[in-house]
């Protein structure tokens, strides 16, 4: 039984060298914290806000603005306008959804060719932008 239990012990710290061998990050309290993401949110209201019009820009977010380098998570989309309740902010037609790895990959986003296209190409259909940016802890 005492070998059994030696085993058992052995195989769960191998297992959790094993883990910082192959790259998994095994955190303890000691551990400095690690950078957080950013998450950048942003809020076009259009100054003609039809159906073609707030598709057309979803479209150039998919374009321009996705599959950029350090990019941890991508959306862009019309207001989900069944979502009407007081508290909902119902003043505008697309959202932006950026995570980014690091301020430093959202800031290589901010100096892209392709961002900086995307605003030139469709600034002047823009009435007002908002730009969220905040620290996200990876959880």
Not at 108 to 127: L, M, P, S, V
Request: aromatic share 8%; glycine share 6%; hydrophobic share 45%.
């Amino acid at each position: 039984m005492r070998s059994i239990r030696l085993t058992v012990v052995l195989l769960v710290v191998v297992a959790a060298g094993a883990g910082v061998v192959v790259g998994h990050a095994v955190r303890t309290e000691a551990a400095p914290a690690a950078e957080p993401m950013i998450g950048h949110m942003v809020f076009f209201t259009l100054t003609d806000n039809s159906p073609a019009k707030v598709q057309a820009l979803v479209a150039a977010c998919d374009k321009y603005l996705s599959k950029h380098s350090g990019e941890v998570f991508y959306s862009a989309g019309p207001r989900a306008k069944e979502f009407n309740r007081d508290l909902n902010d119902q003043d505008w037609d697309v959202a932006l959804h950026l995570v980014f790895r690091s301020k430093a990959d959202h800031d290589k986003y901010q100096d892209a060719a392709r961002h900086k296209q995307f605003i030139e190409e469709n600034r002047a259909g823009w009435k007002k932008v908002r730009v969220f940016d905040s620290h996200l802890a990876a959880k």
